[in-house]
């Protein structure tokens, strides 16, 4: 068989063994790119070259597990009288091979076809040899020390170093980067092209239709993600976007949620995750204009508090606009208050009262304090994030809605999130044997009478 004839089928076979991923065949001549992917031992592990890391400043650096390494590359012509008599012309590319490893792969390429290719077609052979060899021939083992060489400090017709060897990378630092960037994109492109089973929906979809949570790993499409996200976050209950799967507590990315709510929705959500977190800062609050409500760094020390929007000076404690020493108008005691004088007022006080502050004024304020004793008798402040919750039924081990953190009903402890349940088994506790103890949240039946009371005036 002629040689373009020969070179010809193997090219068409390459092509038809290899997707396009792996091979590329060169439409300007003979030749193309081979990428040579590796399969690594489980738990395979990489670490720092301590001489060419110049942060580091022990011998025991800390090792990083790999499923994937970028791949050796060849790149190859076939001249016109291969196979026939020359060998095909190569060069052997990888950016995590040193040039001398590289240099010892290329003398193994060689040996191939003095020994065993000439006269015929080799490329197969050599990809086979890169593929299942490379490693044991290098002595690779886990963990891999990564180093890397610079070309300038050895020249190009060094016996050590073959011209046809290229690390493909510029420096040490950019090679630990690009490995564990290849590491995340092959890893994407792996799930996106594998399929998997719904844990809400039951339906078995692509990964590139799906959604999994990073701690945990739990899979569910996009689709019922949206709704479920979507559902959190009109509640207000942006730190509630956890895996849906039973007792896991993995949360959702920002970037997750982004990828499968609306633009408007991704907004309310970064809005409510931003005062999420701010609300967790001592020395933050709001400013009191409702049309404003930006956030406003107060001092400590200090009862004034200045909105950076719209420059609106007032006092952090009521709330109302600053009043420097004088003391504070506590809205709250005066509603109190009135609301006494109130019921132990005869008609014609009341009377008085109705007309002085409005009769519909005067019952919303009141239904604010009853509502206000009600929350502190039934409910009770999350020692996490303040959040009011109430308890309906069920055991004393609570779950804020708000924050997600577990605290203890009857004392307000935050409870272990390994164990919870440890609260209430430990002697001497307080609440040892109270995890079932009921609480009674009946309305005081003393307020509905005297609304009754009230409407009758």
């Not at 016109?80 to 060998?87: A, G």
């Amino acid at each position: 068989m002629a040689d373009a004839d020969a070179q010809e089928d193997e090219l068409l076979a390459l092509a038809s063994i290899y997707d396009e991923r792996t091979f590329t065949h060169s439409s300007e001549e003979k030749g193309g790119q081979f990428n040579v992917f590796l399969d690594l031992p489980d738990h395979f592990q990489i670490r720092e070259d301590s001489a060419a890391s110049a942060s580091s400043e022990k011998d025991g650096f800390e090792c990083i597990d790999l499923k994937y390494l970028p791949p050796i590359v060849l790149n190859f012509v076939m001249p016109e009288n291969y196979p026939s008599i020359q060998p095909p012309e190569y060069t052997l590319s990888c950016k995590w091979l040193t040039r001398q490893q590289l240099s010892k792969l290329c003398k193994d390429l060689d040996e191939i076809w003095t020994d065993q290719g000439v006269g015929d077609v080799i490329i197969f052979r050599w990809t086979q040899f890169l593929m299942d060899e490379a490693l044991e021939v290098l002595n690779i083992k886990s963990p891999m020390t990564v180093r890397f060489h610079r070309q300038q400090s050895i020249p190009l017709d060094s016996s050590l170093v073959d011209k046809r060897a290229v690390q493909d990378v510029a420096s040490y630092s950019l090679l630990i980067a690009s490995i564990l960037e290849y590491e995340k994109q092959e890893k994407a492109r792996v799930f996106d092209t594998s399929y998997f089973t719904c844990d809400v929906c039951f339906s078995e979809k692509p990964g590139s239709m799906c959604l999994a949570f990073h701690n945990c790993g739990h899979v569910f499409c996009c689709e019922c993600m949206t709704g479920y996200f979507t559902v959190q976050i009109n509640d207000g209950s942006v730190k509630a976007l956890t895996c849906p799967t039973s007792k896991c507590e993995s949360q959702a990315l920002p970037s997750q949620v982004k990828r499968v709510v609306s633009e408007e929705t991704f907004a309310k959500y970064d809005k409510f995750l931003l005062q999420s977190s701010l609300d967790g800062m001592s020395d933050i609050t709001y400013c009191p204009r409702p049309d404003c409500q930006s956030p406003v760094l107060v001092d400590s020390e200090s009862t004034i508090g200045l909105c950076p929007a719209c420059s609106f000076a007032f006092c952090k404690i009521c709330r109302l606009g600053y009043h420097g020493v004088s003391p504070c108008s506590i809205k709250n005691s005066e509603f109190r208050k009135l609301r006494t004088e109130y019921l132990k007022a005869t008609e014609e006080e009341r009377a008085l009262l109705d007309q002085r502050y409005g009769r519909d004024r005067l019952k919303k304020v009141f239904e604010e304090v009853v509502s206000e004793d009600w929350v502190k008798s039934n409910c009770t402040k999350c020692p996490s994030c303040s959040y009011q919750i109430q308890k309906f039924d069920g055991c004393n081990k609570m779950t804020c809605i708000k924050c997600r953190a577990n605290f203890c009903w009857l004392c307000r402890s935050i409870l272990l999130t390994t164990n919870p349940y440890l609260h209430f088994n430990k002697l001497g506790s307080q609440c040892f044997g109270r995890l079932l103890e009921g609480v009674d949240l009946a309305l005081d039946e003393d307020d509905d009478d005297w609304f009754d009371d009230f409407d009758e005036f």
